[in-house]
């Protein structure tokens, strides 16, 4: 399993347009992988849209990446690239 | 509203007894069975399934969801803008494996219906949204709403299914809407309880109508009754008791039978008429042979309006002509040579088809009825050829919904000949059917003698007629002061439409809620009626007034009522008028009490 963290930067949060591309992302890699929140106010399954939603994660929230699978290193790499590049609104 | 709980001291007491309080709006006592409706958009109820019966359960969820998914796409896929951002989030949840695996999940271990375990497992997402500080963030509950709707419509197909009412039934909902409420009405309930919906709301004047036993004012009555529940609504206090005491249920049952009306059943007359004489023919509305056998019994000469579109709904699209031809069929020969009339589909086009999920504005003034199947012909060419064909040798007639102008009339007739012709051809018995045109729309109204003219009869829809000549949609409870069917506009349309049908000699059958209840089927015959069509439940007492009053009384109030300023002015004197003349007839309860408009 590997880990990472990463800073939401993008003015808007982890919101819906956000949210979907992430989960887009996710579903391309056959990795579980996990987000927390940093202040332990939350998990979710990234392949899972309804649960990013929960995180509430707004400008400035640090996540906790966690990856399992055979790809998981890719996975990792490509989750951490869209979270720093800001979902591309930066 | 007080809630008392007690423990029952019976001997074998299934469960205690609870007792909830709240407002009486329609008199009389019910005793039956709770069946509860959840969702104010949707109504629709839980319910228990059988171990073998939950398998199909998890297909039919996952068909539903694949039928979502679809639709979604037909929406999304010309756009490419925010809104196919929107769009791709919502798809995204109809694709959560999270989602998807809690609502199976509670399928399999509660055994619920699937509308049940969606509705369960998107609550508690939408608690969690609810909860979210951040208000952008927050705002995606709509999608999720949005979410639910949209499988909600999957699972029934894209149509409303309809509601699981036995003659033992209480309905129990937080309100009722008017659509719901007509449902109810045309079958066999036994009473209503509500969280809220005040005196004034049209449902509740349905009741008192109908003569349903009603209790309002119930807070949370959906977690206080459970379907299922044995229940004695007290309509004369507004007391519900859930579940009570085998004493007090007979108790109940000795005092329901002591208040009910003496049985003046026995011998129906042959002929139902006024006091003075005047015969008039009451017919029933009805989908079904055996609401009709019934209405039979009370005394109705066959079907007066015969709504097809419910085959639409039951069959999940529109029905072929082999299914048309089998149902037409089977309803004439139950009625026999007293007739059916049948009324084209009468549904609006986010009914009618899947790909216009986008909702029209203002769907009662949209694509529907008469104007759906023009545009649409093949769905109304097939209908009229099963009708051609159902009516060899039988007593079947067509009746055209939502007629504005002369010129849907003609062309209607035009594609009638066409199929006759085209059926002949092909050596295919066919009979003659009466076209009649449905008058419900204001400009039906004022051209009622061209009408008159191209038809063999009229239908008077009082129900959209009222709707749309005040303009007021009558499941808004916001405007529910503003439905009069007492309005004097109402009352002179009314009688615009009967005098043209006498002018024309054509026969005009009022049906919806104005032939139905007891007072204002007086005010018809005032107004010259001679043929009503009602629901099964309303027979009786409708009866029962026409054959106590004359028609020369009613005429002379209804005179007075025609020169009214106002609806209000109109009311007061049905108010003061009816119950000075027919004290016997009408409880001051159930006449029109001021409003404040």
New interface residues.
């Given amino acids: 399993m590997l880990e990472d963290k990463v800073l939401i930067v993008n003015q808007l949060g982890l919101h819906a347009r956000a949210a979907a591309q992430l989960v887009h992302l996710a579903n391309s890699f056959k990795s579980n992988i996990k987000l927390q929140r940093s202040d332990n106010r939350g998990v979710a399954d990234a392949k899972s849209i309804l649960s990013v939603l929960t995180l509430a994660a707004t400008k400035g929230t640090e996540l906790l990446i966690a990856v399992e699978g055979p790809d998981e290193k890719s996975a990792l790499a490509a989750i951490k690239d869209i979270f720093q590049k800001g979902f591309g609104e930066v | 509203m007080a809630i008392t709980r007690k423990n029952n001291k019976e001997k074998n007491p299934p469960t205690a007894e609870t007792i909830l309080k709240g407002r009486s709006v329609s008199k009389g006592i019910a005793i039956g069975e709770a069946v509860c409706l959840y969702g104010v958009k949707r109504q629709f109820y839980r319910i228990k399934l059988k171990n073998n019966e939950v398998e199909r359960e998890i297909k039919r969820f996952r068909a539903a969801l694949r039928l979502a998914r679809l639709r979604l796409k037909k929406i999304s896929a010309p756009a490419q803008s925010n809104s196919s ?2 769009l ?2 919502q798809f ?2 109809l694709e ?4 998807i695996n809690k609502i199976e999940t509670l399928i399999r271990s509660q055994k619920v219906n699937a509308e049940w375990a969606v509705k369960e497992v998107s609550d508690k ?1 939408l608690e ?2 609810k909860a ?3 208000d ?3 705002e ?1 509950y709509i ?2 709403e949005d979410v639910t709707e949209r499988l909600m419509g999957a699972l029934e197909g894209g149509v409303h299914s309809s509601l699981p009412l036995s003659d033992k039934t209480i309905v129990i909902a937080k309100e009722i809407k008017p659509s719901t409420m007509v449902e109810i009405l045309n079958g066999d309930v036994k009473g209503l309880v509500t969280e809220s919906g005040g005196w004034t709301s049209h449902s509740f004047i349905l009741a008192r109508e109908h003569g349903l036993p009603s209790a309002t004012g119930m807070k949370n009555v959906l977690r206080q009754i459970k379907t299922g529940d044995t229940l004695v609504v007290d309509g004369n206090n507004g007391i519900v008791h859930v579940n009570p005491p085998e004493k007090k249920m007979k108790e109940f049952s000795a005092l329901q039978a002591a208040i009910s009306k003496p049985g003046q059943r026995s011998k129906l007359p042959q002929k139902i008429k006024t006091l003075d004489g005047r015969e008039m023919i009451i017919r029933v509305n009805s989908d079904t042979a055996i609401n009709y056998l019934e209405a039979k019994k009370l005394g109705a000469k066959g079907i007066g309006l015969f709504r097809s579109e419910f085959l639409a709904n039951r069959e999940r699209g529109f029905p072929t002509e082999k299914t048309q031809l089998r149902e037409y069929t089977h309803i004439a020969n139950e009625v026999g040579k007293d007739g059916v009339c049948i009324r084209t589909f009468d549904i609006g086009v986010s009914q009618a088809f899947d790909e216009f999920e986008e909702k029209e504005k203002n769907p009662a003034l949209g694509l529907r009825a008469i104007r759906l199947v023009l545009a649409n012909e093949n769905i109304f060419r097939t209908q009229i050829r099963a009708l051609l064909r159902a009516s060899y040798k039988k007593d079947v007639n067509i009746v055209l919904p939502m007629i504005s102008d002369v010129a849907e009339i003609l062309r209607a007739k035009k594609i009638i000949v066409e199929e006759r012709k085209a059926l002949r051809a092909k050596k295919i018995n066919i009979g003659k059917p009466k076209l009649g045109a449905m008058i419900e729309v204001p400009s039906a109204v004022l051209m009622a003698a061209e009408i008159a003219v191209e038809v063999d009869f009229l239908s008077l829809g009082t129900n959209d007629l009222v709707q749309y000549l005040l303009a007021v949609d009558r499941d808004n409870e916001n405007v529910a002061d503003w439905f009069r069917t007492l309005h004097p506009a109402v009352l002179r349309s009314v009688k615009y439409v009967l005098e043209a049908g006498r002018k024309y000699k054509k026969p005009v059958m009022v049906c919806g809620e104005m032939s139905g209840s007891p007072v204002y089927c007086v005010i018809l015959i005032g107004l010259g009626a001679t043929e009503l069509s009602m629901s099964v439940k309303a027979i009786p007492r409708v009866t029962e007034v026409l054959t106590q009053v004359s028609a020369k009384d009613a005429g002379a109030i209804t005179k007075k009522l025609l020169g009214c300023r106002s609806a209000s002015e109109a009311e007061a004197m049905v108010r003061a008028e009816f119950h000075c003349k027919w004290p016997h007839l009408f409880d001051l309860e159930a006449l029109p009490k001021p409003r404040s408009i």
């Fill in positions: 951002s929107i791709d989030v995204l949840m959560d494996p999270s989602l997402y969690a949204y979210i500080q951040d952008y963030l927050k995606r999608d999720l």
